[in-house]
């Protein structure tokens, strides 16, 4: 103590309050904790450079230290066992065991020595895997050493550790699925399914997705509506299931089992449950206007839906384009559905989960000139040749050219535009590869030799179920497939003919060219134009990318780094529909694992505030990155309250408050600072 | 090819377009026939037309205001081509000139009452067409076998009487202002009022040498300066009632204006109702709307009536 440094001197006092109910709890015995200590040899991981049986007599001769032994694995089920029986027959009440990291195995043991009915808080794990033998393999004795600082300093805070009791939190059985493409979808069913009530939030007038914008789907060239739209129906009429279209999320408070969500209908003018959806209005009405679910090729009424399959069907007034003339309404008649003076509506909804389910948008290929893209009337996006191929489309299926409105003898295709590309989107878009073969083959399949097809790309990605069989396809079918490099690639129009020409460098560097009436860009996907506002709602985080980070890449794909939020489909990376599917579904069981509880258990190392020492001064409440620390009144006094909910126990509050008000249950400053001391020992000794 | 939105202004013409894949939009402003009154901006649902008044230069005649349409906001609707008293606004779908919101029935045609008797007008080319401050009137005169005749003053009386006369008015564009009525022979012209109001200068109210609303005003003959005290008076029979003077009348007391009718196929339109309150007042719009009513109520007593009347028989 009388070397502490400076700055902690103030710590000393406050803590000492919290040892004595520790002690008292732990070892009704006057000499204090009984310690034990368990050494791993992990087979040869740990054994072959750490001596482990100097290691294990060290630690012998540690304070309160009344037992230690080294074993081969601790954590296999005969280690376990030996370590219950330890326990029991040493009267132990502190556990320490020296081995890999706590990361990985913490849980287990804790499990462990609560099977030997000792509070599980009252363990301490000891790293020296990671932190001596894997990182000094050359210098066993000095590796050695180091294992000892570590099982030293483990024992020291092991010392003052105190029992906790876990957190319980009461579960909402309800849950929010944001979105309503085909992921959104799925989780939405499958919970339901489950029996828990779900609510669906779309922003756009109708779910679906940009999977019902769709003509088909690759490999099986199955009509997109066709299999998407009765699983729209599915959710529409899914008694668990309550559509909230049309609408944004706004605020998001609260933690898992308890979220309140706060979302705003926004008005359609059009009361949803007496708009029957059939029609009438829409023909009468005078007003067209550009339609966003035609990629703006066509036109939609200023009353109307989307697209004939939209869900729910309840049309939607466009108030920036309406002249207010009312034919509308008299159409609509007895049905009353309409109403010009409907309002936002904000409502609150409480859910246990929420699965995130936003999407992607796409790139406007605009900017990049060499692409010709708004300049030559023959050049198109992906999405709006899919408007144009689709029986239900603008042009009723035609493929005809913008310039001449003639059908194109020869369509060339260009990947990878904006994508791949490090100086715009360097990731791969995904799935651009298979809907292009997909396009291809359609026009190869349904004009034959009437059309020449080119597709100019750098590599084809195939890698899926069927998907290298369907490129087969497409070479079969008399498809050309030119391969260039991703890099001076440009477009130029022939004024007179608005016929295009694609010139490139193959991997020779020689240049090719082919002339072609229709260009169509396989422009970038790219995250949702929703995904930044929402990751702050949220507090989830995004990567570099844009897209949402998933919490580990590998083995927890769905899982927010926030507990009872999850994400499946795009919005979380680019992928195909198979795939997002799939993670809807996931999604939705995780989402199940936090509802199906009817309570959830949460670790107990999360801030506790002093309120007598606490001044209100807000600084924690800043500090904090998820906002579960917030000042309150109590009484005439400020003080910090904590939301155990959504603490994660990271500390900062603690180490930012002033007043020393805010600690951290078995991180509390005497027990870092024990810590310390006990590894600054050896040197000092040296000194 | 993305949507295009595009908006040309040149000295002659302001033009608006949507290009869609499969439909365009247009909507074209001839600025010559353009007066620069108020009426296309007044009626504008989406309130996208501004009118810019114009700054005078020292000494220089008055400019008529500047129309300007705001792309963004523009639906391509065509009320303002409705409504133009002198059709200088043409909104086109794919190059046709059909309007939605007539064939829905979603605002009313303008009726533009003008009847041309041929046999009534006078002998003479220069003296017929050249009434019309518009130059909207056509005479074409031709024998009997079709032979066009440049100049029947040059026939005597039994030739002339043999001739064939054919008057074409270009009616698009006529603000139906009756000066053609007022000066051809009685019964040669009829013209009624496209919209009605009232226009009165109080000259004292005046600035000194102002002529602003005489230099933008589209008609000849409505404004005139007078000898006397060298003020501009109106002559309020061939008014049309586009507001053109009240746009670039420096003093707001000195013109004393307001339409109070439109002359339109009846309607029955949400849409109608704000721009005719608009281009009006409130008063009008409801003198119209109960007028409405009314009518209908007498037409359903009449049928109710006149169905009892024929049991009775």
Redo the contacts between chains.
Sequence with gaps: MKSMPRGTRKNVGTPRKERKPGQKKAGPKAEGPRIGVFVCQCGSNIASIVDVDALTKYAQTLPNVVYAENMNYPCSRQGQDEIIVAIKKNKLDRVVVAGCSPRLYEPTFQSCVSRAELNPWLFEMANIREFASYCHQTTPEEATEKAKDTVRMAVAKARLLQALKPIELPVTKKVMVIGGGIAGINAALDLADMGFKVYMVEKTETIGGYMALLDKTFPTLDCSICIEGPKMVDVGRHPNIEIISYADVLKVDGYVGNFKVKIRKNPRYVIAASCTGCGECRDACPIEYPNYADMYLGVRKAISIPFDQAVPLTHTINRDYCIECYKCVDACGAREAINFDQKPEEIEVNVGAIVVTIGYGMYDPKDLAWTGYGRFSNVFTALEFERLILAAGPTGGKVIRASDGQKPHSVAFIQCVGSRDINKFEYCSSFCCMYTLKHAVMLKEKYREAIEVYVFYNDMRSNFKGYEEFFNRAQKSGVKFVRVKLENRRITEDPQTKNLTVFGENEDGKPVSAEAEMVVLANAAIPSQAASELAKILNIPLGKDGFFVECQPKIRPTDTEVPGIFLAGACQGLKDIPYSVAQGSAAAAQAACVLSKDSWTVEPLVAKVNEELCSGCRVCESACGYHAINVEKVGDKSVAKVVEGLCRGCGICSSACPMDAVTMPNYSDIQIVAQIQAVMERKLKKT | ????TLKKDTAQELSLE?V????NYKLNLDKNRCAGCQICSLAC??EAIRIEKQSKAHGEKAQKAKVDIDLSKC?F?G?CDILCPYGAISVTVDGKHLL??L?????PQMVRDIKAAASKFPMDHDRSEDVCPMELIKVHFSTADGKPVEDPGSLNESERRALKVDVEVDKEHCPCCGICEAKLPQGAMHVRKLLSGKLAIKSEKCPPECTDCLDVCPINGVLYLSDDDKKVHANEMFCVYCGACKVVCPVDEALDFKRTRVNHTPV?????N?ALERLTSPTDLTKELKAKGSLKTRESVKKRMGLKGEKHA
């Design positions: 090819m993305p949507l295009q949507w869609l894949h499969i439909k649902p989406k639906n609707c009320i939605s919101v064939d829905k029935e979603s605002f029955r339109s949400g849409a109608w704000k």
